[in-house]
C-alpha cells in the first residue's frame, strides 16, 4: 500500500486542537488565575522574556523544563497545579490548590507564586481572579455566603450547564487586586466539568479585560476626533467662501486626512481585537448554559448592561473614525475639483494673454516688414543707380529722372519678393 506524504504542519495542526486541556477540580478547592502582558503599543509579546520568566519559577521548584517550542504547561509544582498558557497578547498562570485554606478569598492562594518572582515579572498585570470551588449547599446557605462575600448590587449568580453548578461573582477587585469567584458544585458533578467551568471563568475575565482595552482607547479617540471634526467642518464652509484659497484649503485637509490615517493605524489593531475578544465573551457564557439563580441577574444579563455598552462604544468610535475618514475623502475630491476649475481657468486667461500678444507680436511684425521694405528698397534703389547711371546719359535722361523711374520698380520687386518668401515659411 502506498505511503502517504504528509504536510510539514500536519501533525502540528491535529495537535493544537488538544494542546490546552482542561484541569481536572473537584471540591473543595481554591484556584488562583493572573494574566499579564509585556506587548508594548500592540507590538506584540516579548516571547524570550515571557518564558525565561515561567523557567525561572520551574527552576525555584526543580521541575524539569518543558520543550522550547512549547507554548503552554501543565504541572505539579510541589502540592500545587500549576497551568501556563501563552497567548498572542498576554501570558496566564492558574494555581489549583486542594484546599479552602483558612479563610475565604483571603489570596493565600497565590502564595505558590514567589514575591520576587512575581516583582520581576517583564510585563503589567491585566487581570487577576481568586476562585473558591465549594461542595454543593442548599439554597439559603449559598445565599448567606454569596451576600457576605459579594457586593449585591453587582452580584451575578446563575445555575450552569444543566444545573452543574452555581456560579457566582461581582467583577468588583478586592483588597488583594483579584476577582472574586465563587462555585459551588454537587457530588454529582464530575471533575472535568468543574475544570471547565472554572476555566470558562477565568476566561470570560481575562477576554472581558482585553476588551475593555479597547474602550479606553476609543475614550482618548473620542477627543481627538472632536478637534478634527470641528477642523472638518470648518474646511467644509470654506469650499464656498471666495476669501479662502483652494489650494490653502487642500494643504489644510490633506494634514488632517494625515492625522486621520494616524488614528486609523494606531487603534485600528486595538478595536479589532477588541471585537475579536468581546465574542469569545459571549462564546465563553453562551456554552455555561445558564439559568437563574434566586431571582439573581446572570453573567449574561450583567455583561448585557455593564459590557455590552462599552464594545458598542468602542464599535460607535470606529465607525465615526471611518465616517471621519470617508468626510475626508469626499471634501478632498470637491476641493480638487474646485482647484481644477481654478487652474482651467487661470490656464484659460493665460492663453488669451498668450493671443494678445501673439496679435501684438503679428503687428509689429508686420510693422518691422514695412520699414524693412523700405530699407532694402533704399539699398536696392542705390545699387541700382551705380549700375544705371552711366547709361543716363546715353539714354537722355537725367539722374533724377533715373531715380524716379527706378524707385517704384525697386520698392514693387522687394515687396513682392517678401511677401513670397513670407508664404514659403512654415507657421
Known amino acids: 500500500m502506498a505511503q502517504l506524504i504528509d504536510h510539514p504542519l500536519r501533525h502540528a495542526t491535529a495537535s493544537e ?32 522574556a515571557d ?52 479563610a475565604a478569598f483571603d489570596g493565600s492562594e497565590f502564595a505558590i507564586f514567589p514575591a520576587a518572582w512575581q516583582a520581576a515579572m517583564p510585563g503589567t498585570t491585566l487581570s487577576s481572579t481568586s476562585i473558591r470551588v465549594e461542595e454543593d449547599q442548599d439554597t439559603q446557605s449559598i445565599k448567606d455566603k454569596l451576600d457576605g462575600w459579594f457586593v449585591s448590587e453587582s452580584l451575578a449568580a446563575s445555575r450552569v450547564l444543566d444545573r452543574a453548578a452555581v456560579i457566582a461573582g461581582d467583577y468588583r477587585m478586592d483588597g488583594n487586586g483579584n476577582m472574586r469567584f465563587a462555585v459551588f458544585v454537587p457530588a454529582s458533578t464530575g471533575r472535568r466539568r468543574v475544570g471547565r467551568i472554572v476555566q470558562r471563568l477565568n476566561e470570560i475575565e481575562v477576554y472581558k ?73 459571549a462564546q465563553r457564557i ?13 453573567f449574561r444579563e450583567f455583561m448585557m448592561r455593564r459590557f455590552d455598552p462599552a464594545m458598542r462604544t468602542v464599535q460607535a468610535l470606529d465607525n465615526r473614525l471611518q465616517d471621519l475618514i470617508s468626510r475626508a475623502i469626499r471634501t478632498g475630491d470637491l476641493l480638487r475639483t474646485r482647484v481644477d476649475v481654478e487652474r482651467q481657468t487661470q490656464n484659460q486667461e493665460l492663453l488669451s494673454s498668450m493671443n ?29 543707380l551705380y549700375v ?40
Open 51 to 102: 518564558r525565561a520568566h515561567f523557567l525561572r519559577l520551574l527552576d525555584h521548584y526543580n521541575v524539569a523544563h518543558p520543550a522550547e517550542t512549547e507554548s503552554h504547561f501543565f504541572g505539579q509544582l510541589g502540592d500545587v497545579w500549576i497551568k501556563w498558557e501563552c497567548h498572542t497578547e498576554f501570558v496566564t498562570y492558574t494555581a489549583f490548590v486542594d484546599d479552602l485554606g483558612d
Open 209 to 281: 479585560t482585553m476588551s475593555m482595552l479597547g474602550l479606553m482607547r476609543a475614550r482618548s479617540l473620542s477627543v481627538e476626533l472632536n478637534a478634527v471634526d470641528t477642523n472638518l467642518s470648518a474646511l467644509v464652509a470654506d469650499l464656498a467662501d471666495d476669501q479662502v484659497s483652494a489650494e490653502d484649503n487642500l494643504n489644510g485637509l490633506l494634514k488632517l486626512s494625515a492625522d486621520l490615517e494616524g488614528h486609523s493605524a494606531a487603534v485600528a489593531y486595538r478595536f479589532s481585537a477588541s471585537k475579536a475578544y468581546a465574542a469569545i465573551v
Open 286 to 298: 453562551e456554552v455555561l448554559r445558564e439559568s437563574q439563580f434566586e431571582g439573581r441577574q446572570s
Open 388 to 427: 544705371l547711371t552711366p547709361l543716363s546719359g546715353v539714354m537722355g535722361m537725367s539722374k533724377s529722372v533715373l531715380t524716379a523711374a527706378v524707385v517704384p520698380l525697386v520698392v514693387g520687386s522687394v515687396y513682392l519678393a517678401l511677401r513670397r518668401i513670407r508664404k514659403h515659411i512654415p507657421h
Open 17 to 48: 486542537l488538544h494542546a490546552r486541556p482542561f484541569p481536572h477540580i473537584s471540591a473543595p478547592a481554591r484556584a488562583a488565575f493572573f494574566a499579564y502582558t509585556s506587548a508594548q503599543n500592540d507590538s506584540g509579546r516579548q516571547e524570550a
Open 356 to 384: 494678445r500678444r501673439a496679435d501684438v507680436q503679428l503687428q509689429l511684425q508686420r510693422t518691422v516688414e514695412g520699414l524693412s521694405v523700405v530699407a532694402i528698397s533704399y539699398y536696392a534703389t542705390g545699387l541700382s
